[in-house]
């Protein structure tokens, strides 16, 4: 049985960008569908998603103000149709042409999540590489888990299990918050190694060092509460 991908797409004011990566996306041998939030743009983000708002197989979401990524990601679970969904950034930092060897599992029956670690020569600022990785050992002692990039941007997911979980994130706490609930299901989740190009503040990189703040408080609150 051919299984589809829904790959969803937070899009804040990456015009730059978007065209190149829906290309990359497109291009990936795969049954695909494209979910495109755009969370309250100012640049040319909206009239380059005009382009794609006839294609079937691209469905586009607009937010009137920026709410944050976990609001985007949220917005576009609810119109999820394919049987594995994959968070997709819409700069360059990651390649479409590992999407084949994150959804293998989870084709096969082996995992129902899968992590894309980011464990090549490349990261970004060396700060955040570091907190990442505190961060993701921390986790894993208060969760039992065996991950290595609790921040990375591709995560994969059993398109049925994603949908079942309450999220209540806004910004990048998406990835602690979707990774806690997923933990405490007992659930296993597995990492894939793949192709990371980071970029820098000046070419448009967002997260900022609060936002390793509020995950480690999320990692907190979730272990001790419902």
């Given at each position: 049985?051919?299984?589809?991908?829904?790959?969803?797409?937070?899009?804040?004011?990456?015009?730059?960008?978007?065209?190149?990566?829906?290309?990359r996306i497109m291009d990936v041998p795969v049954e695909k569908e494209v979910i495109i939030v755009d969370d309250g743009s100012s640049d040319d983000t909206?009239?380059?998603?005009?382009?794609?708002?006839?294609?079937?197989?691209?469905?586009?979401i607009r937010h009137e103000t920026n709410r944050g990524k976990g609001m985007a990601v949220r917005s576009a679970i609810a119109h999820i149709t394919g049987d594995i969904t994959i968070i997709q950034d819409a700069d360059?930092?990651?390649?479409?042409?590992?999407?084949?060897?994150?959804?293998?599992?989870?084709?096969?029956?082996e995992a129902r999540v899968v992590y894309g670690a980011r464990l090549g020569p490349h990261h970004s600022y060396y700060r955040y590489y570091i907190g990442g990785r505190i961060l993701s050992l921390i986790f894993n002692i208060l969760y039992h888990q065996n991950i290595t990039d609790l921040h990375t941007g591709y995560k994969v997911f059993d398109s049925g299990l994603l949908k079942s979980i309450p999220l209540t994130c806004l910004g990048f706490e998406f990835c602690p918050e979707v990774t806690a609930r997923i933990a405490k299901r007992g659930i296993r989740i597995g990492e894939i190694p793949i192709h990371y190009y980071p970029r820098t503040f000046k070419e448009g990189k967002k997260i900022?060092?609060?936002?390793?703040?509020?995950?480690?408080?999320i990692i907190l609150k979730l272990r001790f509460t419902d």
């Open positions: 049985m051919t299984l589809m991908l829904s790959v969803i797409i937070p899009a804040y004011n990456e015009g730059e960008t978007l065209t190149v990566i829906l290309k909206p009239r380059i998603l005009d382009a794609y708002k006839n294609r079937r197989d691209i469905t586009i360059l930092e990651y390649d479409p042409g590992d999407y084949l060897i994150l959804i293998e599992p989870i084709e096969k029956g900022r060092w609060t936002d390793g703040a509020k995950a480690f408080w």
